[in-house]
């Protein structure tokens, strides 16, 4: 697609300040987020006769159909200059706006993304589900794609990836990497999942489990000998594997929680916080890896043991949210403002900080 001037010159802006999303909102200028923070920009404001005009612009005569028959959609557009981008339109007082994401034109490395080692991994599984969770814009595309990257890079296999959108599109180098983007080349995860079974795969990407169908299907496959990534819009590990039950019937949860005990290998939970010079934002992470504890706490219902097998795993690199986040306040990269808020137990974190400091302060 090429991409008109007016809108070419706003996605250049937001690459050279390097902004992490771009918001069109009729009204005010396009506004750009920089280091966590919506910044307006100096452009002049927007009418809603141009939002409509700029959305328009970056759909297709296909995405326009679903947009206007869903009133939202989710897709992805590439300039040869500028690289890809994601767009979430949307209609606010009948009138469609947008959000953008400029997405990545390189996998960084591991240590550049700051994820834990363990994450290499689940990559080398040769089967089992490995759930990736964070709210919206925490990262999980970005992680999803580095274990890609790193499959492609080690193994001799088939790998398919079903994405709201593609945002990084790779290329093979060991493995065959078949890259599908809902509404542009298949109609529905669930069904792409059923046809992608068809297809010889080892390795199967999801970019969201988002319905019972798309998660029903990734569990069989999980269990059948396929290596399933998958992300999720759930903060943790608990309310991960809650979340997934939650989706079925309630008859049919008992049947899901055997599923999961048997086939999930792991859960990386990630927020990204806004660094303590407000430059950038940092990633903290949160991570389970299956053992027997874990797969019998789930097997026996007993979800909220799970946090147990975290605390008692630290050996092995499992840690939660809160001992991440106790880690980069240490280290001075985070605040304690931003350590308390971005806890699950604010008022625990509170209490670690406090130790911690007492202990730092005690005579040697």
């Known amino acids: 697609m090429v ?6 010159r706003i996605l250049a802006a937001a690459r050279q300040e390097n902004a992490s999303d771009i918001h069109i909102v009729a009204g005010l200028p396009p506004l750009f987020r920089i280091g966590g923070e919506i910044m307006l920009t100096n452009m002049p404001p927007l009418t809603r006769e141009d939002t409509k005009r700029l959305c328009y612009d970056l759909l297709n005569e296909e995405q326009v159909k679903v947009f206007e028959r869903e009133w939202q959609i989710c897709c992805s557009v590439f300039d040869d ?4 981008f994601r767009i979430s339109v949307y209609y606010r007082v009948s009138n469609p706006e947008m959000a953008i994401r400029p997405v990545m034109d390189h996998i960084k490395t591991r240590a550049e993304l700051r994820l834990p ?4 991994d689940f990559t080398r599984l040769s089967s089992g589900l490995v759930l990736i969770t964070g709210p919206t814009g925490t990262g999980k595309t970005t992680t999803m794609n580095y274990m890609i990257d790193l499959i492609n890079s080690e193994r001799r296999c088939k790998i398919i990836a079903i994405e709201d959108p593609v945002e990084y599109v790779h290329r093979p180098k060991k493995a065959i990497i078949i890259q599908q983007e809902l509404y542009t080349d298949v109609k529905s995860f669930g069904s792409a999942l059923i046809h992608v079974l068809r297809q010889d795969p080892d390795v199967i990407c999801i970019g969201e489990m988002r319905d019972m169908d798309t998660t029903a299907t990734a569990l069989v496959a999980a269990e059948t000998g396929h290596l399933v990534i998958a992300t999720c819009h759930t903060p943790n590990t608990l309310q991960t594997v809650e979340r997934i039950v939650s989706i079925f019937p309630e008859n049919q949860q008992p049947q899901i929680f055997a599923q999961l ?3 999930l ?4 939970a990630q927020r990204l916080i806004p660094s303590a010079d407000r430059k950038c934002r940092i990633i903290a992470t949160e991570l389970l890896i299956m053992n027997h504890a874990a797969r019998r706490h789930i ?3 007993e979800l909220h043991l799970l946090i147990n097998v975290i605390q008692m795993g630290r050996k092995t690199g499992m840690h939660l949210m809160e001992d991440s986040l106790l880690e980069l306040y240490e280290a001075g990269e ?7 808020n971005y806890s699950h137990d604010p008022g625990e974190m509170r209490k670690r ?3 911690q400091t007492e202990r730092h302060n005690e005579p040697s």
């Open 3 to 8: 991409v008109s001037g007016e809108i070419q």
């Open 81 to 84: 200059k500028l690289g890809r």
């Open 117 to 120: 080692e363990q994450l290499e």
């Open 261 to 263: 005990a048997s086939s």
């Open 265 to 268: 290998q792991g859960v990386i």
């Open 299 to 301: 097997r026996d219902h």
């Open 334 to 340: 985070i605040t304690y403002d931003s350590a308390v």
């Open 353 to 355: 900080i406090h130790n």
